[in-house]
């Protein structure tokens, strides 16, 4: 399983941009995919999944309203939309997969970088 992220970069606060994660290896259809960041000095958190195949999308508090999880199947490709940026939003943002049974997410991207300017 091979997961590439993508499309982070350097933006001023207030503004947007989209990440995105391919995936490939094996069909994806049952998995949940998610999005994480980890900031320097602190751990990796939690910002967003959404199941393959449909179904609910989770946010961390900190990003509803701001960033948006979606999923293009054919292209089997996972994005992250974040608008509204802010400057605590800096970190390194990780795509990850997670197989139906598992408790936790198995599979991960190596991190694209997004900076939020002040």
């Known amino acids: 399983v091979q997961l590439q992220a993508s499309g982070g970069g350097l933006v001023q606060a207030g503004g947007s941009l989209r990440l995105s994660c391919a995936a490939s290896?094996?069909?994806?259809?049952?998995?949940?995919m998610g999005w994480f960041r980890q900031s320097p000095g602190k751990e990796r958190e939690f910002v967003s999944a959404?199941?393959?195949?449909?179904?609910?999308?989770y946010y961390a508090d900190f990003v509803k309203g701001r960033f948006t999880i979606s999923r293009d199947n054919a292209k089997n490709t996972v994005y992250l939309q974040m608008n509204s940026l802010k400057p605590e939003d800096t970190a390194v943002y990780f795509c990850?997969?997670?197989?139906?049974?598992?408790?936790?997410?198995?599979?991960w991207g190596q991190g694209t970088q997004v900076t939020v300017s002040s």
């Open positions: 990850a997969a997670k197989e139906p049974d598992s408790r936790g997410f198995d599979y």
């Open positions: 290896g094996r069909t994806f259809s049952s998995y949940a």
């Open positions: 959404l199941r393959w195949t449909g179904g609910s999308s």
